[in-house]
């Protein structure tokens, strides 16, 4: 195409000499290969077709484009003819207007475009209606949208079945993210997060927490205290102070009797705080199973990015991990000795009580070990956190995510001690989430591969431990790789979550559906979908736009 | 620098080392000894495995059979000896290796804070001293990508620097520089060798070979095949392939 526009400027260039070969332009534009011809004559031929079709419905806005049409050919040929060189001319004969084909395809398209527009203006707006109370399908217009449905079913597309008494405290969450989402987008904008240190501090352990303020306000504490008890209070004493051992000997905090002792104290505060949010009955429980609508769909999705994100990071790693394996002359004796044992004990039990063909088979189970150890050795060099990291993702990607989410709603109780019940909601979150993280591992991993080997070895050279160097050369480096392919996956996380409408989960779409089955908006398909695509886009939109300013931001000193 | 206290110990004690990469065999039974301030310059042809003998010192490749030994710790397959080695032992190499996405400034802090354990100040301090021992103070707060080759190795040699190692190795440190900017690399090396660094570099430059080195060590085929002063090793070779190597890389 450039070099038939091109060959073409020069010939119009010589035009102004009085030199215009009529050969060579009808060769660059119509006669140079039989297949040209053939494209410019049909292209004409329905541009014409289209242009009489179009003069029947809407006269007016056909003969205007044609008009505008015309006058833009003409500058385009004046522009190459008589040297009379215009900004739009130009730009109209590089953009639209530059061969034979190129301006009859734009006068089509801008044709075609112009009736597309006309049919949804006339949908959406001219014979459309807004009010709520005419939604019924008596009222309706057969031509036009019934957007009444929208504000008239608006709770229901917010926030599902939830109880109603609960809104407050879901405008409540609302707010909080906004107030702060504000502050924290005025203030990197201002430049005060720069200037003012305890500020970044603050926001972000605002946003540390507010995981915990949306749960508190959006499935409230119960006067028990729920899953918080003694036992529990034990364990996560042990966690943290843990915690706090692990980042002083990273020599991320520093030691001292007052830190040990606040660390020490977060814990046993937390929980005494939670018992009295749940005494106080400022916000008792919700039932969960009662989330829906947007809201849903959003805490789906942010609570699967949020999961992803470290669990897919720790695979990849995992995955790539050279630690010493476990040496062979080790693995194959404890192998045999287990399938020896599985042989000789289990093997007979079940021949001894053969309900069906396949027991047969199945008997024979502990063959199985030799296989896998087989296959640790061959393929993993005994490497159990690459074997075990690597089984994991591929056996995720390889099952499509309806699978899983059945699967985690009909496992999940085989993972929770007797009497203990999870909600569906967390199993679907929990699920999606091991999903989205197999992906995401891969999408790091990509980043990790892409550095060159000679970061590895600077970092190694310099005596930086293995948590050093990811920490401050490979992540910050790969991540910024991989920025694209990671918002790309939040994105999909996000719209996929419709899919939980499977597994009974009613979000955004799920509720579309459960609306149109209501009498008063029965069947007001289009208008819900372009509403739920709108929201779609929406938020996309901005993950992508979010993203490519990431990828500036981060881009500092990049060669 | 106070670093010949004790002159004449050995530095590092490579007795027999093997290394295969697979069924390769790139190091066939490298014995060497290096004395504290030694500087030694290590010569041969491409693939005869220079690179893989230096890296071994510091762990970057793992040597199969024999024995390393840097400053009395035997290297093994335990952590904190191989941490505590990499500690002394400085390394620069070929590509630089700089961190793109750090300042110059934190390129070099890094591991004096994080493995010293060193205040910021003090890093940056002796990060500044550094910079203006190779010459290039002013550049501290640009990125790897905003200098010339030169500069960037350079920076790359006062971030091994401020490591405070005792020895250093190089391996190949001009070769990807342009001809204007190896002589600013090759004065930084020449006066580190002065001050008493022990300095192992693997390096096709011929004067700073004859004029620096202590002593020379050839390799062929994954072997030390000689081992002499410059004079002798250039004037008066013995093995019948150091005589083609010379003949080969010094006529043209
Ligand atoms: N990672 C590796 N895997 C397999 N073989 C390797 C690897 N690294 C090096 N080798 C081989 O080991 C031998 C020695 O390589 P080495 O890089 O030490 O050579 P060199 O003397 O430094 O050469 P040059 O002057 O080209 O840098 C070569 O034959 C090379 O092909
Ligand atoms: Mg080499």
Redesign the pocket.
């Known amino acids: 195409m450039t070099a038939i526009t091109e060959s073409m400027t020069q010939k119009l260039n010589a035009a102004f000499e009085g030199r215009i070969n009529w050969r060579y332009f009808l060769q660059d534009n119509v006669t140079g290969s039989w297949y040209l011809a053939v494209w410019v004559v049909v292209l004409a031929a329905a541009t014409v077709a289209y242009t009489i079709n179009q003069m029947n419905v809407a006269p007016l806005t056909t003969i205007i484009i044609l008009i505008l049409w015309l006058v833009g050919l003409g500058f385009a040929i004046a522009n190459g003819l008589f040297k009379k060189r215009t900004a739009i001319g130009s730009w109209l004969k590089t953009n639209l207007l530059g061969s034979v084909s190129n301006a009859i395809l734009s006068l089509l398209l801008v044709l075609i475009l112009a009736a597309a527009v006309r049919g949804i203006w006339s949908w959406a707006v001219t014979n459309a209606t807004f009010d709520p109370e005419l939604t019924k399908p008596e009222f309706r217009n057969p031509d036009g949208a019934t957007w009444g449905v929208i504000p008239g079913a608006w709770e229901l597309l917010m926030v599902g079945r939830l109880d109603r008494e609960a809104l407050p405290r879901v405008q409540m969450a609302l707010g909080y993210i906004v107030v702060l989402g504000v502050i924290s987008i005025g203030a990197n904008v201002a430049g005060y997060l720069k200037k003012i240190r305890p500020l970044r501090s603050i926001l972000l352990g605002l946003w540390a927490i507010t995981p915990i303020i949306v749960y508190i306000l959006l499935a409230g504490v119960s006067a028990e205290g729920d899953f918080i008890n003694s036992k529990t209070l034990l364990i996560g004493e042990a966690v943290v102070v843990g915690l706090f051992l692990l980042l002083w000997w990273q020599r991320t905090v520093k030691f001292s009797v007052v830190n040990l002792v606040i660390w020490a104290a977060a814990w046993p505060v937390a929980y005494l705080i939670w018992r009295a949010i749940g005494k106080s009955e400022m916000f008792p429980p919700i039932n969960v199973a009662t989330w829906g609508g947007l809201m849903l769909t959003i805490i789906i999705a942010v609570s699967v990015i949020i999961l992803s994100f470290p669990l897919g990071m720790v695979l990849a790693l995992g995955r790539r991990s050279e630690i010493r394996g476990i040496p062979g002359w080790l693995l194959w004796p404890v192998a045999a000795i287990l399938a020896l044992w599985g042989l000789f004990v289990s093997t007979p039990s079940i021949l001894g009580d053969i309900r069906n063909q396949a027991d047969y088979v199945l008997a024979f189970w502990p063959i199985l070990i030799l296989g896998f150890a087989y296959l640790l050795q061959k393929m993993f060099q005994g490497n159990v956190v690459a074997a075990a990291s690597t089984t994991f993702i591929e056996v995720i990607r390889g099952a499509p995510l309806i699978t899983l989410l059945f699967m985690a709603i009909i496992m999940a109780p085989f993972f929770l001690s007797e009497g203990a019940t999870l909600e569906n909601v967390w199993a679907v979150i929990i699920g999606y989430s091991l999903f989205s993280s197999a992906y995401m591992a891969e999408n790091i991993r990509g980043g990790l591969q892409a550095l060159p080997k000679g970061q590895f070895e600077a970092a190694d050279s310099l005596g930086l431990n293995t948590f050093q160097k990811m920490r401050f050369i490979i992540l910050p480096q790969a991540l910024r790789i991989v920025i694209p392919a990671i918002v790309g996956q939040f994105i999909g996380s996000f719209k996929s979550s419709s899919l939980v409408a499977i597994v009974g989960l009613f979000e955004l779409l799920g509720m579309v559906a459960v609306i149109v089955s209501n009498p008063q908006w029965l069947g007001l398909r289009k208008e819900l979908f372009v509403f739920a695509g709108v929201i779609y886009f929406i938020g996309s939109a901005v993950m992508s736009w979010y993203s490519r300013r990431l990828e500036a931001q981060l881009g500092v000193g990049e060669r | 620098m106070t670093m010949n206290v004790n002159a004449n110990e050995d530095v590092i004690v490579c007795k027999d080392v093997h290394l295969w990469?697979?069924e390769?065999e790139?190091?066939r039974g490298v014995s060497l000894t290096v004395k504290r301030g030694d500087v030694i310059v290590i010569l041969?042809?491409?693939?005869?495995?220079?690179?893989?003998?230096i890296?071994s010192i510091n762990r970057l490749?793992e040597h199969g059979a024999g024995e390393i030994v840097v400053k009395g710790i035997p290297l093994t397959h335990d952590v904190r000896d191989i941490a505590e080695i990499r500690r002394e032992v400085g390394m620069v190499f070929?590509q630089f290796n700089l961190f793109p996405h750090l300042t110059v400034m934190e390129n070099i802090t890094l591991a004096p804070i994080n493995v010293r354990k060193w205040s910021r100040e003090k890093a940056e301090e002796t990060a500044m001293k550094w910079l203006t021992r190779v010459g290039i103070p002013e550049q501290a707060h640009k990125y790897p990508g905003q200098l010339s080759g030169g500069q960037q190795q350079r920076v790359a040699i006062a971030r091994t620097l401020a490591m405070e190692p005792e020895v250093l190795l190089f391996?190949?440190p001009t070769s990807a520089l342009d001809p204007e900017m190896v002589k600013e690399v090759l004065d930084v090396m020449s006066d580190l060798a002065k001050e008493g660094y022990t300095i192992l570099a693997?390096t096709?430059e011929m004067g700073f070979a004859r004029g620096v080195a202590d002593r020379i060590v050839f390799?062929d085929y994954?072997e030390i095949l000689e081992s002499d002063h410059p004079d002798e090793f250039f004037d008066n070779p013995k093995h019948p392939r150091l005589k083609l190597f010379l003949s080969q890389i010094l006529h043209h």
Not at chain 2, 44 to 53: N, V
């Open positions: 990469y697979g390769f790139a190091l041969g042809p491409s693939g005869s495995g220079k690179s893989t003998f890296r490749e070929q391996d190949e693997v096709h390799m994954g």
